[in-house]
């Protein structure tokens, strides 16, 4: 009997972050790796990755890690797991260089002789499994489902995906693969759940490229496209676009943002003409109706890059009239804020704004037909839903009803859950350690919820400093105390309230130097609670109170 757990140590409750265990007996197979960028709750948090413990307590047993495509929220963590344990890594073309590249910036170049490149074709035998790999329609080239094979039958995880018939190589569903699965024996169906709530199904890639060329046709002026980089399909559109348009592309920046430069080198992205993508410092040489301005980046950097045009303050461009901003993403619930103000700033500037969501539903992932049509496709005895917050995952579980599932036949796991296959039954029977690990710059795991505490009340209520210098020798306060603050109140507008903390200072310090249970601890303890209260009394605001008190191993007083 095989003994087969599931354990999604990310990406399961929460929208990215992915990272699936796959045990089958005592070996380990990894399914994607990838980070969470934050919301606006972790303060100064540049991205989230998987809690890796259970991998490093098990890292002779992993036989490999397998990833679907090359975004982030798949192949993001991958540096930092290589940095704890040591295992293949197989990927498609465009998917294992956007990984190696992430390797070498973390200094890991002597793994990149574990790393190999597989397609859609490709089988891997292992002891008592076989991995292959199908072809699926995602927002970047060469995203691919991962199937398992094992005796007691077949895993498969469809990482990112949607469905669009009218999709071209290298975006197209291999239907004939999804229809042959059906004919096996799927035990485990892991399928992204991101859009399962989504009530308006998506329009066809055809659509939104015939959409960006009449917008480049219509245009009078300029034209700048703000777009994530990591939306390969998008810049496809574009560049088609320009050159049915006869425009040419300029970007930016000083580089082309990085996804996009590779997926040009390896031609993932089809240019019309060589002449389609101009060098900046020649824009002049071209009239406002032959150019469009390409801003990419990673999440918010495109809506950044243009707020900056609009408010002239970036080094190249400045949004005028007769401009028209195309927005071809659709924005995430984080950034509708960011696209908002975007929007109002170009309408400030003079320039014309239109968005690709304007008219059309558009993602990346899977719509509820195309949900059911999978599950009708690959008739699995479970649904694991994943890549969603809960709504989302329970969307999916209803839409599984819809399609003659069982209740009991559906699993919604936490991370960390194990879910166990045995006796042809699969349900949660325990959990592993697993969470969040927040990096911030250079630290990993090194910021916790007291640091992000912290933050949050010096972001809402500043900071209150309180300086001075005693001599337990003399027994009294020789310098101070000073007193000073930052986000909390105008010094100058305050000096009755900056006196009165001073004059509570004093109080503390004199009560303290008088005592002959002289304590640190309890010294700065008391001027941050009587401070504090005398704060919030006049002002209701808790900043946070930082009380520097000096002692003067000898001093001497100043001779008159």
């Known amino acids: ?108 170049e002597d793994r990149l002789e574990n790393f190999f490149t597989v397609d859609a074709e490709t089988e891997i035998e292992f002891d008592q499994v076989t991995v292959s790999f199908f072809s699926t329609t995602h927002t970047i080239p060469d995203s691919v489902g991962i199937v398992l094979e094992t005796k007691e039958g077949s895993i498969v995880y469809t990482g990112d995906f949607r469905f669009d018939p009218s999709a071209s190589q290298p975006y197209k569903t291999d239907f004939s693969r999804l229809t042959d699965l059906g004919k096996e024996n799927v035990i485990a169906l892991l399928s992204d759940s991101a859009a399962a709530e989504s009530s308006i199904e998506n329009v066809s890639d055809l659509v939104i490229a015939d959409e960006i060329t009449e917008v480049f046709r219509n245009a009078k002026g300029r034209v700048i496209v703000g777009t994530i980089g990591s939306n390969i399909a998008r810049i496809q559109q574009v560049m088609t676009a320009a ?21 040009l080198k390896l031609d993932k992205i089809q240019i019309p003409s060589k002449n389609i993508i101009g060098q900046f410092n020649k824009i002049k040489n071209y009239k406002d109706e032959q150019i469009v301005i390409l801003a990419t980046g990673s999440v918010g950097e495109p809506m950044n890059i243009i707020q900056s045009m609009a408010l002239g303050k970036h080094g190249s461009v400045k949004l005028k ?12 619930v984080s950034m509708e804020t960011n696209v908002a103000k975007t929007k109002d700033l170009i309408y400030r500037a003079g320039a014309k704004v239109l968005s690709v969501n304007d008219h ?23 649904l694991i839903p994943i890549n969603g917050e809960y709504r989302m995952l329970k969307a999916h579980a209803d839409l599984a009803l819809q399609v003659g599932m069982a209740s009991d036949q559906i699993i919604i796991p936490a991370i960390g859950d194990v879910v166990q296959y045995q006796k042809n039954k699969m349900s ?13 710059g250079s630290g990993v795991g090194d910021i916790g919820n007291v640091v992000l505490h912290d933050r949050q009340v010096l972001s809402e209520d500043g900071i209150f400093v309180v300086v001075a210098t005693i001599s337990r020798r003399l027994k009294q306060v020789l310098v101070g105390p000073q007193i000073t603050s930052r986000g909390f109140v105008f010094m100058k507008a305050s000096i009755d309230l900056v006196e009165a903390c001073s004059d509570i200072t004093l109080d503390v310090l004199e009560s303290q130097l008088a ?13 941050k609670e009587k401070i504090g209260k005398f704060l919030y009394k006049e002002t209701k605001r808790r900043p946070v109170i930082l009380p520097i008190i000096m002692e003067a191993s000898s001093y001497q007083p100043k001779k008159g």
Not at 37 to 45: A, F, K, M, R, V
């Open 515 to 527: 005592s002959d249970n002289f304590d640190w601890g309890n010294l700065k303890g008391e001027l």
């Open 360 to 382: 059309y539903k558009t993602s990346g992932h899977a719509t509820p037909n195309d949900l059911k049509l999978l599950m009708n496709f690959i008739q699995p005895q479970y």
């Open 243 to 263: 050159y049915k348009s006869e425009r040419t592309i300029f970007f930016p920046t000083k580089d082309v943002y990085e996804i996009v430069d590779v997926a």
């Open 1 to 108: 009997m095989t003994n087969i757990k599931i354990i999604p140590l990310g990406g399961v409750r929460e929208e990215g972050k992915s990272l699936y265990v796959i045990e089958v007996n005592q070996s380990i197979f990894v399914l994607d790796c990838g980070l969470l960028y934050p919301e606006d709750d972790l303060l100064g948090i540049d991205f989230v990755i998987p809690d890796f413990s259970y991998l490093k307590e098990n890292a002779d047993r992993v036989v490999g890690i397998f990833l679907s495509h090359g975004h982030a929220d798949a192949v993001g963590a991958l540096p930092f797991l290589l940095g704890e344990i040591d295992a293949p890594v197989f990927g498609t073309q465009l998917t294992i260089e956007l990984a190696s590249i992430a390797a070498r910036k973390h200094h890991l």
């Open 321 to 332: 009239e007769k401009d028209t901003v195309y927005i071809a993403t659709t924005p995430s």
């Open 428 to 440: 949660i029977s325990g959990s592993v350690e697993a969470g969040d690990v927040l990096v911030d």
